[in-house]
């Protein structure tokens, strides 16, 4: 008898309201970087029935009309009638956007490595804050992304596909999808199987049937992005369940930057350090050192060296150096993971202006990551596998002594 388990993950559209304010802080953090690259931006936004707010930290040369920026990203998600979930005409915008605190700013400005001496160029910022960040990579699907939740984004973006090209015009920008995948026990090795389940909660106009609307989005929205063998006679599908979706966006429940952090990283396969990305310069290694997490992974996993990477890298306020970097490969390594984690402490550097110039950060590149996840996406400097040829010959000089 085969062993199996079931993984679930999900995704929500542009729609959702803390994706629709994920994306205004983002446009905010793009506005002012495109300005002054050098801009230090903490922007948060709480939206609910007819006003969005934004707070936090921003020092910069550049300025931006938060009111016509909100006004312009509604419309854009696609939240021009009053009946969609918010009225862009009629919207009240708050902002209580103030300058960053002058002691973090002096961490960040002249780490501790500086001020003890050291003179190289990528020594002289620090980070932004403390914590952890995990970034992680596994062979089981294209973009090397664990497949439930590379499965649930591609149903949201067809969700989105189709709405916008009025193929279904009834829908609605809020939504969400998730998927159980079951996986099989192969020779030691978890790999995927079949697809379980699936769930689609999806907002619509008050004209169409339930049945119409779980026919097309099983025909037209799912089975189109499910990969060929995974959906099985025995996969479930339940398309909104709760019976009808027509209240949906801001109106329906308000939306909180930060608050899909499992969605926009991993899907739940590997812990979370806890600190959200949108909004975010990159000096925060909350963001930056996330995406320089997955960046170490995915290179170590696309050179062959595991099948599933786990980097963890952890900082203190104000220092430039890590304060540790961890590998784990599951027992899936072609060698230890204490050797892993040579090979990236000689092949990576993660100090945060290191990060920022490798991966090109102060740009503006940050709206367009505020939904359907952060990583597995080929637009974006961080999944780029340009180290993986200096990965592979370190591991045949490894195999060779």
């Known amino acids: 008898m085969k062993r199996f388990r079931l993984y679930t993950s999900e995704s929500v559209t542009e729609g959702h309201p803390d994706k629709v304010a994920d994306r205004i802080s983002d446009s905010i953090l793009d506005a002012l970087i495109m300005q002054d690259p050098q801009s230090r931006v903490a922007a948060e936004t709480l939206l609910g029935r007819g006003l969005v707010t934004i707070a936090g930290e921003v020092t910069t040369r550049g300025y931006v009309d938060t009111a016509r920026l909100v006004r312009d990203t509604l419309r854009d998600i696609g939240y021009d009638e009053a ?20 002691e973090i700013a002096s961490g960040v400005n002249r780490s501790w490595e ?25 062979n089981e699907t294209e973009e090397l992304m664990p497949a439930p939740l590379a499965i649930a984004h591609r149903i949201t973006r067809k969700l ?28 030691g090795r978890l790999l995927p199987h079949a ?11 008050s004209e169409v049937l339930q049945s119409q609307i779980e026919r097309d989005v099983i025909e037209q929205v799912v089975l189109p992005v499910i990969p060929e063998g995974l959906s099985t006679q025995h996969t479930q599908y339940f398309i909104n369940p709760s019976g009808s979706f027509i209240l949906g966006g801001p109106y329906a429940d308000a939306g909180l930057t930060g608050r899909k952090i ?8 590997v812990p979370h350090g806890g600190g959200a990305f949108s909004g975010k310069d990159p000096t925060k290694v909350d963001r930056s050192a996330a995406y320089y997490a997955r960046y170490i992974a995915k290179n170590l996993v696309a050179a062959g ?97």
Not at 83 to 96: A, I, K
Not at 195 to 205: A, E, P, R
Not at 262 to 269: E, K
């Open 305 to 401: 060296l595991a099948d599933k990477a786990l980097v963890e890298i952890a900082y203190a306020i104000g220092k430039a150096r890590p304060v540790s970097l961890r590998v784990d490969s599951y027992g899936t390594g072609t060698v230890s993971d204490l050797d892993l984690a040579h090979w990236v402490e000689q092949h990576f550097d993660a100090r945060p202006a290191q990060i920022i110039h490798e991966l090109q950060l102060e740009r503006p590149i940050y709206a367009q990551t505020a939904a359907y996840g952060h990583f597995g996406r080929p637009e974006f400097p961080w999944e780029n596998t340009t180290k993986r040829q200096s990965l592979t010959t370190a591991q045949v000089i490894q195999g060779e002594k």
């Open 195 to 205: 697809v379980d389940t699936v769930v689609v909660s999806t907002q619509h106009s």
């Open 114 to 138: 500086a001020r003890n001496g050291d003179t190289s160029v990528f020594s002289q910022r620090g980070a932004g804050d403390q914590g952890l960040m995990f970034g992680y990579a596994t």
């Open 83 to 102: 009946s969609f979930g918010m009225d862009p005409e009629q919207v009240g915008v708050t902002s209580l956007l103030s300058s960053q605190s002058p």
């Open 262 to 269: 499992i969605v926009d990283t991993y899907g739940g396969a």
């Open 160 to 187: 989105a596909e189709l709405r916008k090209n009025r193929t279904l015009p009834y829908l609605r920008p809020d939504g969400k999808a998730q998927v159980t995948l079951r996986y099989h026990e192969v020779a």
